[in-house]
């Protein structure tokens, strides 16, 4: 890759993930925040109980509309930009695919070791589930487990690589595989849990919370895959060569 195809990468992916965290935006105010509601008034009605009061800094209207949209933008902006990165870095390095299988595949890669992972560990929680003062805690272990998962992806790539001369690619992908997913559950069985649903909290609205949470990272996620690969084909794929002429061969395949 040349630093100007990176570059025009770059802002191809950021674009991307604009496009798709307004996808997702919506996803999160249809689906999501009818469950946030009904959680703060499960914790309102709670707090009442016991005698507590708070002063509201931000309205709920601006969370969730205006401060919604920031988190989601901005998060789809950072993470469009660092994936675009990945690809730039798979592209013609994990086997011989185009710009839209690669960007798929770093999308899948993206989504799995950077959210699902982490969400069957620790899984998004609405308002009033978990306890106030490990706050700090939980958020350190949350962004442990990414750390860690991405990582470990990372390493079962590196390790499948190394294995594939002696193993063929089908034996090395499965050793690597089976590696990854031992370490992924060591890694559950020795960080500690992150739940603490309050008693009385309704499992079913708790349930339907983190399935919205998992809509949102499917609908940007698969998204970003989609546009983000058909940007990178346009880029990346010259167009057909006046009659004549032939295209240069060198412009069809990036550099290594």
């Not at 106030?132 to 939980?138: C, F, G, K, S, V």
Request: glycine content about 12%; aromatic content about 8%; hydrophobic content about 55%.
């Amino acid at each position: 890759m040349n630093p100007v195809s990176v570059r025009a990468l770059l802002v191809r992916g950021m674009l991307a993930g604009l496009i798709t965290g307004a996808l997702a935006l919506v996803t999160a105010y249809l689906l999501g925040e009818p469950h946030v509601d009904a959680a703060i008034a499960f914790e309102e009605a709670h707090s009442h109980d016991h005698g507590d009061g708070g002063v509201e800094l931000v309205s709920r209207t601006m969370q969730s509309t205006g401060g919604l949209a920031t988190g989601i933008l901005v998060y789809g902006v950072a993470l469009g930009g660092i994936a675009a990165l990945a690809f730039c870095v798979a592209l013609g390095r994990i086997g011989r695919f185009g710009p839209r299988a690669t960007a798929g595949l770093v999308a899948l890669g993206a989504f799995v070791a950077v959210f699902l992972v982490p969400f069957l560990k620790y899984p998004a929680n609405p308002p009033a589930v978990g306890d106030p003062d490990t706050l700090n805690q939980r958020t350190a272990l949350f962004f442990l487990m990414i750390a860690l998962s991405v990582l470990l992806a990372v390493g079962a790539v590196i390790l499948g690589r190394r294995l594939a001369p002696r193993l063929g690619n089908w034996h090395a992908t499965v050793a690597s595989g089976a590696a990854l997913v031992v370490a992924i559950g060591l890694a559950y069985a020795f960080l500690p849990a992150g739940d603490n649903v309050p008693e009385g909290f309704p499992a079913t609205l708790l349930w339907q919370f983190r399935l919205a949470s998992l809509a949102v990272e499917l609908v940007l996620w698969t998204g970003f895959g989609l546009v983000f690969g058909e940007l990178a084909e346009r880029l990346l794929t010259p167009k057909e060569a006046p009659a004549g002429r032939k295209a240069d061969p060198a412009a069809v395949t990036p550099a290594a």
